[in-house]
Structure formats: C-alpha cells, structure tokens
C-alpha cells in the first residue's frame, strides 16, 4: 500500500524504525469466520511490523463488564499479542477501562483515551477524564483533542497538553503536511 511504501521510505533515508501503533477489531463471537477472529487479526498485525498492538475501542468496551469492574478475557488478548512479538496496550472511549485495567494489573503498556475541552464523544464530563488520566498507572496517549475539527488547533492543542502528564501523548489526524506542520509547531510553542 501507499502507507507501508511511504513508511519504509523514511525509514530508509531516516535510518530510523517507525513505531507502528494498531488497534485493531476483531470478531468476539465465538462462531466468527477464522479471518476474523483475534488470532488472525493479530497476525496480520504483527506482519506489518505493528510495535504496539492495541485492540480497537470496539472489542475493548465490548469486554467491559461495569458490575463486575473487569475487562473480561483480556489475558487471553495480551497474551496472544506478546506472543506475536508486539507490545500490547488497549483503545476505549470508556474511561473505566482504565481504571479497571489498572486495577486488575493488566498485561498492557499504555492506553488510547478520547480526551479534549468539549467532551466530544466522551461517555463523561473532561474533568472526569484527566483525572483518570492523571491516575493512570500508563501512559496514556490521547485521541480526538480537536474534536473532529469543532475545536480550533491553539484551543484544543493548549487544553490538552496543559493537563496531561510528560509520559502522556496527544496524537492527532492530519491529511496534509502543512496541517501535520501546523500541529506541531503549536504543539512545540
């Protein structure tokens, strides 16, 4: 793909390894089809070289279970992964996740949380949010500190990075260079 080629690019003239982050879905179901189901799908990460692999918001809330405080099967999850050579983390919009990963002392590494000023697509207020981000025992990279564009950069960019920890990340999408420059010279101011 044009996204694999362009990696090895600036591998290449970079003489750096990219870290490759993915968070993938995968099929529960018991009866899925074998191309859907968590093992087949971890092995087509760990083809394309993931460094981290993190399964999608969509399995990992799926598994939360509030009345009990866990996140059912997950060892099964991390254990699948660290067995395929990547580094195994989660993806939620659900802040309990969090929580309840760290309180079962999760086999993970790090954390994708939804986190800006507005509370877009937040289950809960933002205040709520940092401080489960504050407290978490990993980092935690944020998503979504724009909103989806309902947000300007400086607004977004300036809540974020003012209320997360130095281990914590934002990350962000961008289409273009100029917009990925953008981000970060604002970022670095």
């Given at each position: 793909t044009h996204l694999d080629d362009s990696i090895l690019e600036v591998e290449q003239s970079t003489g750096k390894k990219i870290i490759r982050i993915y968070t993938p879905a995968f099929d529960l179901n018991p009866e899925a089809a074998p191309a859907e189901r968590a093992e087949a799908v971890f092995d087509r990460c760990a083809a394309l070289g993931a460094t981290f692999c993190m399964p999608h918001e969509s399995v990992t809330d799926a598994l939360l279970d509030r009345r009990a405080g866990v996140i059912r099967d997950l060892e099964q999850y991390t254990r699948m992964i660290r067995a395929r050579g990547m580094i195994p983390g989660l993806s939620t919009h659900m802040p309990e996740s969090v929580i309840y990963a760290d309180k079962?002392?999760?086999?993970?590494?790090?954390?994708?949380?939804?986190?800006?000023?507005?509370?877009?697509?937040?289950?809960?207020?933002?205040?709520?949010?940092?401080?489960?981000?504050?407290?978490?025992?990993?980092?935690?990279?944020?998503?979504?500190?724009?909103?989806?564009?309902?947000i300007l950069p400086v607004v977004g960019l300036a809540f974020v990075w003012n209320t997360i920890r130095d281990q914590d990340m934002v990350t962000i999408g961008t289409t273009t260079p100029e917009e990925a420059r953008e981000v970060i010279e604002l970022s670095l101011d």
């Open positions: 079962m002392d999760a086999d993970v590494e790090t954390y994708i949380q939804l986190y800006n000023s507005v509370g877009f697509l937040m289950q809960v207020e933002a205040d709520w949010v940092m401080r489960v981000i504050r407290e978490a025992k990993k980092p935690v990279m944020t998503i979504k500190p724009l909103a989806a564009g309902r």
